[in-house]
């Protein structure tokens, strides 16, 4: 379902806005069950839309908003995959 003439909209499933895609991250639910970042939007399977943004990350884990959207667990190791990058380059 898409509209003509225009880029393609998703919700973020933490604040329910939406947003073009380039702003948020795509999460799947792979064949196995488990959920996982999808950096290259290629991934096959059920997706679920966050935005980029600590914010939001931080409300869908403690709100369960991925687990409720893709009917499946987020392990841990997503979470942490998610921590943003400001702590590991020192900011300019
Ligand atoms: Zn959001």
Redesign the pocket.
């Known amino acids: 379902m898409q509209r003509s003439g225009g880029p393609p909209i998703r919700t973020?499933v933490?604040?329910?806005?939406e947003?073009g895609k380039a702003e948020l991250i795509r999460f799947v639910r792979r064949s196995d069950g488990s959920v996982a970042a999808d950096r290259t939007g290629r991934l096959p399977g059920r997706g679920a839309y966050?935005?980029a943004?600590a914010?939001?990350i931080e409300?869908a884990r403690k709100k369960r908003s991925l687990e409720r959207a893709l009917r499946a667990p987020v392990s841990p190791e997503v979470w942490s995959e998610l921590k943003p990058d400001a702590s590991l380059s020192p900011s300019p």
Do not use: V
Request: charged fraction near 15%.
């Open positions: 973020c933490a604040c329910r806005q947003a966050l935005h943004a914010e939001c409300t």
